[in-house]
């Protein structure tokens, strides 16, 4: 029953060989075949035996596999006149002319709906391709002959092929917990939670992160689940949005009434901590404030087993800060990060947090929580915003500096969220702090002390030369906090789109030229400067982001290169045909050119830290290697003369 079946080669950039695309329309028709084809998606076994993919499952016991294909072959043998039935032998055209052109319509159908071809396309349309080939070519072999020259192109040329293969293995390297447990000794609380689930988990806080961390933990079985908040109301609101978000699973069929109704019975709101005594693991998920989070943890150590696993959702601040926070004699070990994106029943993506005092135990143990409710844990170092959001700092702050430096017109919201759509992203910086919610940016950047004081009028104690106060008058001055106000950096209108359709603002507009004016007039600038194609607003936001990343690397934030790659996949809409950030500078951009315009920048601003490239990304430029190679070669392990003699040797 929990056999899997399908074609998944697209996913990897490839196309199915060996006649998969001959043989498989031959056997479902044209428009199944696609279907299978190019979504590379897996078929059950009944679906499998629905479309007459397989022959026979063995469901039961009464016989075995083995058994079962000794039957079938029994009963092909007793049919005679194999050659005949053979699907090398079968014509998808039995219509002939006709069914031709009725399958081409099919083709050409399905073909617009595919993404373009610069756009991670590739794959498909050359599967498209070959399934043509399958009904239009005379015979099976010309067929064939059509499959293995696109086969062996994609494979040997394609750069998306190249990125969408190193994206797969990236995420199984950064998943892969394999022996990592076999000589950890655990509590019989946690190596029975580990196995079975249950023995009660928690998380404090029912705002729309705590909820889906709730969910995501209910949909997984864990049981008890308890739900804490300090408020009535609140609490209401969270219980409610999972029991709205599990009808809604099962109107889509993913699950069943009674099974939803099962999961929300072991769901427990309370508006008291005590309750959370007996839990074996518990998630706090509350707004993002230091003293806050500090104080929950210190009241838990309290009221929970020394050995309860304690862990906080933060995204941006000190892991070691929180953790200190447990009394010394109170097992600091098994305190850590696990950093859910929004919204954290749907995103993949948790970065798993270590700090200073994080156990071998914990890490692993939350590795395999991670891998229960079915996401894709990294392990990340502690630092301010860890990797995900330390990286995507540059890059909302190029985003914003772009209209301050008239290099974009005051219209330039949405066509900056074009250059990076049309690049691949999945959605646009812009529409992406909207849909966070501009004020808890806002937020971060006041607790970093970067922001105006609004008693005191004076800027923050820790901004740098550079900085802007665009974005944080558009919250402060005209309260455009995003999707949630339906006004942000976009407008919204609930009768459009749901109110998610992104609308361009004048007001925006108007606050963005007042600023650019304002640049003008202080560096006594006669006219705008010529404004940035789609390409150079790119790579002016994306090179310091991946700098970035290199400076990671440096400080042992994240293991390897293909662990920032799998967080900016899964938690940063990044297009899994490039690959990653990293993969992307290495094959793509090539770190030669973004040595020479991060160079470029800092000369032009000297005092913006992130245009200051990495010593690891001179190094790897000086050694002529990426920085993938740089660590498949094991270069990060070894010291400078070691470095130099295996130089020598490339």
Not at 18 to 36: E, S
Not at 541 to 564: H, M, T, W, Y
Request: glycine residues 8%; proline residues 5%; contains cysteine.
């Amino acid at each position: 029953k929990s056999s899997k079946f399908g074609l998944p080669e697209v996913n990897i950039g490839l196309i199915p060989g060996a006649g998969g695309t001959q043989r498989l329309p031959r056997l479902i028709g044209v428009k199944r075949a696609c279907d299978i084809v190019l979504s590379g998606r897996m078929m059950n076994v009944k679906e499998a035996l629905d479309l007459g993919v397989i022959d026979a499952a063995v469901v039961n016991n009464k016989e075995s596999v083995e058994e079962c294909a000794i039957r079938w072959a029994e009963y092909a043998a007793a049919l005679g006149n194999i050659k005949s039935r053979q699907l090398c032998h079968a014509v998808v055209n039995k219509g002939g002319s006709a069914d031709i052109a009725k399958n081409h319509k099919i083709c050409d159908a399905i073909a617009k709906k595919l993404p373009p071809k610069h756009k991670g396309g590739i794959a498909a349309h050359s599967a498209i391709s070959a399934i043509r080939a399958s009904f239009s070519k005379p015979s099976f072999e010309e067929g064939m002959a059509v499959e293995e020259e696109l086969f062996w192109d994609l494979l040997l040329t394609s750069q998306q092929g190249r990125g969408l293969r190193h994206a797969f293995f990236a995420d199984r390297l950064a998943r892969n917990t394999s022996g990592g447990g076999k000589n950890l000794k655990f509590p019989p609380r946690i190596e029975s939670l580990l196995k079975t689930k249950v023995g009660g988990v928690g998380v404090i806080g029912a705002g729309t992160m705590g909820s889906g961390i709730a969910l995501s933990l209910l949909r997984a079985n864990y049981s008890p689940v308890y739900l804490v908040d300090n408020s009535e109301e609140g609490l209401k609101r969270g219980a409610s949005l999972i029991k709205s978000l599990l009808q809604t699973d099962v109107s889509k069929k993913r699950i069943t009434t009674e099974q939803a109704s099962k999961i929300s019975e072991s769901l427990i709101p309370t508006t008291n901590m005590q309750d959370l005594s007996a839990c074996v693991l518990v998630i706090e998920a509350v707004f993002e404030k230091l003293s806050l989070k500090q104080s929950i943890f210190s009241k838990l150590s309290s009221i929970v087993s020394d050995d309860t696993l304690l862990l906080s959702n933060t995204s941006t601040l000190d892991l070691n800060a929180i953790a200190s926070s447990i009394p010394p004699n109170k097992n600091r070990a098994r305190c850590a990060g696990m950093h859910f994106f929004s919204p954290a029943h749907v995103m993949k993506l948790v970065e798993i947090v270590t700090s200073s005092y994080t156990s071998p135990e914990m890490i692993y143990a939350v590795q395999t929580v991670t891998q229960q409710i079915r996401k894709v844990g990294v392990v990340v170092g502690n630092c301010d915003g860890f990797v995900g959001n330390r990286m995507v700092f540059p890059y909302t702050s190029e985003m914003v500096f772009l209209f301050e430096e008239n290099l974009v017109s005051e219209k330039g919201v949405k066509e900056i969220d074009d250059a990076l759509m049309e690049f691949g992203m999945a959605i646009g910086p812009f529409i992406m702090s909207d849909l966070a919610g501009n004020d808890i940016g806002y937020a971060i950047r006041r607790e970093k002390g970067l922001v105006r004081d609004p008693k005191t009028g004076l800027p923050g104690p820790n901004r740098p030369g550079r900085y802007t106060e665009l974005a944080d008058e558009l919250v402060t001055k005209y309260g455009r906090v995003g999707q949630k106000a339906l006004k942000g950096w976009y407008d919204y209108d609930r009768k459009i789109g749901k109110g998610r359709a992104p609308i361009p603002s004048k007001e925006v507009e108007q606050h963005i030229a007042k600023y650019a004016s304002a640049f003008r007039k202080k560096n006594m600038l006669p006219s705008p400067p010529k404004k940035l194609s789609k390409e150079e607003i790119v790579n002016r936001i994306l090179f310091p982001l991946v700098n970035e990343g290199f400076k990671i690397l440096e400080e042992n934030i994240a293991q390897r290169p293909s662990d920032i790659d799998v967080i900016y996949l899964y938690g940063y809409g990044w297009p899994n045909w490039r690959g990653g950030p990293m993969f992307w500078a290495d094959n793509e951009v090539k770190l030669p050119t973004l040595l020479r315009t991060l160079e470029d920048l800092h000369r032009q601003h000297p005092d913006t830290i992130y245009f200051v490239p990495s010593k690891l990304l001179r190094k790897c430029v000086d050694m002529g290697i990426g920085v993938g190679e740089y660590y498949e070669r094991g270069l990060n392990k070894q010291s400078d003369k070691d470095k130099q003699v295996a130089l020598s040797k490339l």
